[in-house]
C-alpha cells in the first residue's frame, strides 16, 4: 500500500530523483542500463512525462517504484531495537527498512525504549515529524503496561487524572497533564497520555512504587497497528490516515 502523492505531469528522471533512487544524473544512467520499466515496457527516455496515475506501473530492476518524496510509515517496533536509524552495536529501526527506502531521509517520530514495543511512526516529512513532537500537539498516546508491585488502585486513577507532579531526587518537581488510568486484570493497565515526556510512563508508575514490565505503545492519535502487524513489520499509511494525523491537535 504505497501512497502516490503526483497530481502533476513531470519527468520521469525527476519523478524518480525525488523519490530518492539518486540524482537526476544516477537516475539517467539507470534509466540508459534498461533498468526502468513503464507496464512492463523498458523506458529509456528520462523527459518521458509522467502521472500519478503511471507512478504505479514504473518498476526498477522489476520492483515497483514508491514515487512519493514524503513517505510515512507505521512500525511495529520490536523490543530489543533502539529507536535509530543506525547503531555499530545494537539492533535499530533503520535495520528494518526496505533497501530502496534507505536512501530517502525516513527517521522515526519521538523515541521509544529499546524494551518498548507499538506504533511507531516513521517519515521523511520533517513538517509533521516536527509537529507531532512539538509540546503544542496534545492527542493521546495510549499505553499499555504491564507492571510489577501491587494492583494499581483508583487512588492512582484519581493521582494520574489530577495531572501529577514528578518528584524525582535530584530533578526540579515536573508537573504532568492530565493523564487517563484504565485498571485491568493481571498487573496490566492502559495509560493514555496526551504528551511525550522522557521515559514519561515508567516515571509515573515508578512515583506509584511499582515498576513497568512490559510496555506497548497502541496508538498515537488514531494512528494504530493493523490486524496481525507483526512486531518488525511496517504499513505504508494511507492518505486518510496521514490528514488526520496532520488535522489533529
Ligand atoms: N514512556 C516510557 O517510559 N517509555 C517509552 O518507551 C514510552 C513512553
Known amino acids: 500500500m504505497w501512497l502516490f502523492c503526483y497530481n502533476t505531469r513531470m519527468r520521469l528522471d525527476k519523478l524518480l530523483a525525488n523519490s530518492g533512487y539518486g540524482t537526476r544524473s544516477e537516475v539517467k544512467e ?14 529509456r527516455d528520462p523527459g518521458l512525462s509522467v502521472t500519478e ?22 512500525l511495529n517496533k520490536p523490543d530489543g531495537y533502539l529507536t535509530a536509524m543506525s547503531d555499530d552495536r545494537l539492533p535499530c529501526v533503520g535495520d528494518l527498512l526496505p533497501p530502496n527506502l534507505k536512501t530517502k ?18 517519515t521523511n516529512d520533517g513538517d509533521l515529524s516536527h509537529r507531532l513532537t512539538s509540546p503544542k500537539w496534545h492527542r493521546e498516546k495510549a499505553y499499555l503496561v504491564t507492571y510489577s508491585g501491587d494492583e494499581l488502585t483508583d487512588k492512582e486513577r484519581v493521582l494520574f487524572e489530577s495531572g501529577m507532579t514528578l518528584m524525582e531526587k535530584g530533578h526540579a518537581p515536573e508537573k504532568l497533564k492530565p493523564a487517563r488510568l484504565e485498571i485491568l486484570p493481571d498487573h496490566q493497565c492502559r495509560l493514555i497520555l496526551t504528551e511525550g515526556k ?7 508508575i515508578a512515583a506509584t512504587g511499582r515498576s513497568v514490565e512490559a510496555l506497548h505503545r ?19 499509511l494511507s492518505e486518510e490516515d496521514i490528514r488526520l494525523l496532520k488535522e489533529e491537535n
Do not use: N, W
Not at 503511471?54 to 517504484?65: A, F, N, R, V, W
Not at 497502541?218 to 490486524?227: D, P, Q
Open 198 to 204: 522522557t521515559h514519561q510512563v515508567k516515571r509515573m
Open 105 to 122: 531521509k525516513i527517521s522515526p517520530v519521538g523515541r521509544l525504549d529499546y524494551h518498548t514495543t507499538g506504533v511507531l511512526l516513521l
Open 53 to 74: 496515475e503511471m507512478g504505479s506501473e514504473i518498476t526498477l530492476d522489476g520492483q515497483p517504484i514508491i514515487a512519493s518524496e514524503f513517505l510515512y510509515f507505521c
Open 30 to 43: 539507470l534509466l540508459r542500463q534498461g533498468r526502468v520499466c513503464l507496464r512492463g515496457e523498458t523506458v
Open 218 to 236: 497502541e496508538r498515537i492519535g488514531t494512528l494504530a497497528l493493523k490486524e496481525g502487524q507483526m512486531p518488525g513489520e511496517m504499513y505504508a
